[in-house]
């Protein structure tokens, strides 16, 4: 029996609060919900009470457009969101970036067939291509519009970092963005004011310093964590996020999760890991040890998790209405696999889509995916040494041509910088 079930049946409260690891939840950020119920948070900011697991709207399902480019498919979109509502799932996260423009528009389609109180919309101010006052403030507008709402619960400076101090005051500061965000904010317009965050150790910490000195009032800010990158981060693109977190915490931010698959990887880990995770619990997915490893953390107010289509959707939901702790132990078993899988090379892509479209029609992403699923299932062709080779580089090329269309497969590709 673990010390968990121990506890849960003889009701030993003062045992519980005396041996509990530091990683329970505690009164910063309590939890609701009855069992069988999807877990919620209560942000201790403003009371919010947020489920523990956010739809991510970045990876909405797509099809192919009368004029043969990909859209979104609002029907399973709508389906999808009726979905997550019905069972708890209130916190949405979106951006004007998001899959080429198009992600607002569809979640505010879904969303706005429910009442507006049921829901939280969170996006971004994504002015990466345009930082003048007059493009960043029309942003805000036209997301207003394109999510059907007056008001936004949880708004976001899009994924600062990278650049530091110069990047961030071109993007906000300089052309008087911060000024117009806090007149919205005052005008009822933004709830809660926070940012994304991507870069290096010393990039966060000007950020917190601003927020220290009172220069810049977070409401929250949003990180990717994963047992992964918890202390195996590249330290270029992402600090670890056992840093991030322990900033945030002392500082009592709410934390929003983004990445906790890693983009996906995590859900499909190599077969030599996701055997020792079912070795351990049997019943339960690859996937939801990487979401319990988020939410088992105090000052996570939300774990975002972009769902594709129905079935990832009823299996997170099903892993945050039945939430099973990390004991101190299970989480040491993570840093684990997560050593072993910094054996694996793979490229660090996301598939957050950043990057498309790309001028020359390449399908990025498409590619680091495959591969990556390649080195994942150990059917990668590596060498001529390697055992059946030619078996393998055969299977593989097949499958590319089958998951990329051949004339958006990289050897297409003119490198043109872009």
Not at 19 to 26: D, E, G
Not at 250 to 260: N, T
Request: glycine share 6%; aromatic share 12%.
């Amino acid at each position: 029996m673990k010390r968990r079930e121990f506890i849960q049946i003889t009701g030993a409260a003062t045992l519980a609060a005396a041996c509990a690891p530091a990683t329970r939840k505690t009164a910063e950020t309590p939890d609701s919900g009855a069992p069988g119920q999807m877990l919620m948070r209560t942000n201790p900011i403003n009371g919010d009470v947020v489920s523990a697991l956010g739809f991510g709207c970045m990876r909405w399902p797509m099809i192919d457009g009368a004029d043969g480019q990909r859209v979104i498919d609002q029907e399973a979109v709508n389906e999808m969101v009726d979905y997550a509502l019905e069972h708890g799932i209130n916190y949405f996260d979106t951006s004007p970036a998001y899959l080429m423009g198009q992600s607002e528009k569809a979640a505010g389609i879904a969303l706005s067939r429910h009442p507006r109180e049921k829901y939280f919309i969170a996006t971004k101010l994504s002015n990466f291509s345009d930082q003048s006052p007059k493009a960043s403030r029309q942003m805000f507008f036209d997301s207003l519009e394109q999510l059907h709402t007056d008001y936004f619960d949880y708004y976001l400076l899009h994924s600062i970092g990278r650049g530091g101090k110069d990047a961030f005051n071109h993007r906000y500061v300089d052309n008087g963005i911060i000024e117009f965000l806090r007149e919205q904010k005052a005008a009822g317009r933004i709830r809660n004011l926070g940012f994304s965050f991507h870069g290096a150790k010393h990039e966060f910490d000007y950020f917190m310093e601003l927020f220290d000195s009172g220069e810049m009032i977070w409401d929250f800010v949003q990180i990717e964590m994963n047992y992964v990158d918890w202390k195996h981060a590249d330290g270029v693109r992402n600090v670890n996020a056992d840093y991030l977190y322990e900033q945030l915490d002392k500082r009592g931010l709410p934390i929003i999760i983004m990445e906790p698959l890693l983009g996906g990887r995590l859900a499909h880990v190599p077969e030599g890991i996701a055997r020792q995770m079912k070795e351990r619990e049997p019943n339960l997915s690859v996937a939801s040890w990487a979401f319990r490893f988020c939410a088992t953390y105090p000052r996570v107010l939300c774990v975002l998790s972009g769902m594709t289509n129905m079935d990832p959707l009823i299996e997170n939901v099903e892993t945050f209405s039945h939430f099973d702790y990390l004991e101190e132990e299970e989480i040491e078993f993570l840093e684990q696999m997560a050593t072993q899988m910094m054996e694996y090379p793979l490229v660090n892509c996301t598939d957050c889509k950043y990057c498309m479209p790309c001028p020359w029609g390449i399908d990025i992403p498409g590619t680091f995916q495959h591969y990556n699923r390649a080195i994942t299932d150990g059917t990668y062709a590596q060498s001529t040494a390697q055992k059946e080779y030619a078996k393998l580089k055969k299977a593989y090329l097949v499958s590319y041509d089958r998951a990329v269309a051949t004339v958006r497969q990289a050897d297409h590709c003119i490198n043109c910088g872009a």
